[in-house]
């Protein structure tokens, strides 16, 4: 920039000379002392501000030198902290491994000093199922047939819905009856026998029983708990906060109705008994009870 500004002036101050040369000699000759000053302090004047410039230059490219310096130190500090860091972890990491595997020998100790134990003394267990107070289900309900020891899911729900939906047609057939007898299905191996009777105004359900079939699906109380059995899956698609299951339980199933009890328990979901006696169907009327859940 010096260079560049000093032969500008130097080209300026050849072109004034030229001019005045070649103009009239006796301007020339006014006060030539005076234009050389002036033109020297022009000179001195914009050497100064290319002097200013110069220091200004120099000291902001050693800020910038300063601040890439500083850059660099804190990314070396913020490396060596990771660093330090990741060493810290491993360090811990490789205590937690060493504590598991300290007490994980604890543990097979134990229990090898807990079976010699238990080898010298009979074992005495005590089973206790807790038993809150009855209430009376209002809630949705689940429905299960417990015979000879034989776990049968009764389609219930679908079996009333089926009913709604066929009474009226069995009204308008026999509507000049006091009583309609009809049965529907069958549905998952049941038949619905059921009664109307006539009411003024129409006609109001009298009562409702279910007869199984030979090809009602049963299975044992292992395969109904199995991952793939019918009241497993059936349980698994219900809310036990919401659900009460009904279990219809026969004279000769009553030590498989208390390990059903226990494990429904287990699972969140309370139980209602409906005890029948042999030879007698499941059913249900308007005038019937409730089922009491525990």
Request: glycine share 6%; no cysteine; aromatic share 6%.
């Amino acid at each position: 920039l010096v260079v560049v500004i000093g032969t500008k002036t130097k080209i300026d101050a050849e072109e004034y000379g030229r001019q005045l040369a070649a103009a009239d000699p006796m301007p020339q000759l006014e006060n030539p002392a005076r234009e050389v000053r002036a033109l020297r302090d022009s000179l001195k004047k914009q050497t100064a501000q290319l002097q200013e410039h110069a220091l200004e230059s120099e000291y902001r490219r050693r800020e910038r030198d300063s601040l890439l310096e500083q850059v660099v130190l804190a990314r070396e500090a913020i490396e060596q902290q990771t660093n330090q860091a990741d060493s810290q972890e491993l360090e811990s990491i490789q205590k937690i491994q060493e504590i598991e595997r300290l007490q994980s020998e604890l543990g097979e100790i134990n229990q090898r000093m807990g079976a010699a134990e238990e080898t010298k003394r009979p074992q005495v267990v005590l089973e206790h199922l807790p038993t809150p107070m009855a209430k009376t289900v209002f809630s949705r309900e689940m429905h299960i047939k417990l015979h000879q020891g034989m776990v049968t899911v009764i389609p219930w729900d679908r079996l009333v819905d089926l009913l709604k939906e066929q009474v009226p047609l069995a009204v308008r057939r026999k509507a000049s009856r006091s009583v309609v007898e009809e049965k529907l299905g069958p549905v998952g191996g049941f038949l619905m026998h059921y009664r109307l009777a006539a009411v003024p105004g129409g006609f109001e359900l009298d009562r409702f029983e279910l007869e199984p079939l030979s090809a009602a699906p049963s299975e044992t109380f292992a395969e109904a708990l199995a991952p793939t059995g019918r009241l497993r899956l059936e349980l698994a698609s219900r809310d036990p906060a919401q659900t009460v299951v009904t279990v219809w339980v026969y004279p000769d199933s009553f030590e498989q109705f208390r390990q059903l009890k226990a494990r429904l328990f287990e699972e969140g979901f309370l139980s209602a008994a409906r005890p029948l006696p042999d030879g007698i169907r499941i059913g249900a009327s308007p005038r019937g009870t409730r089922s009491s859940a525990q």
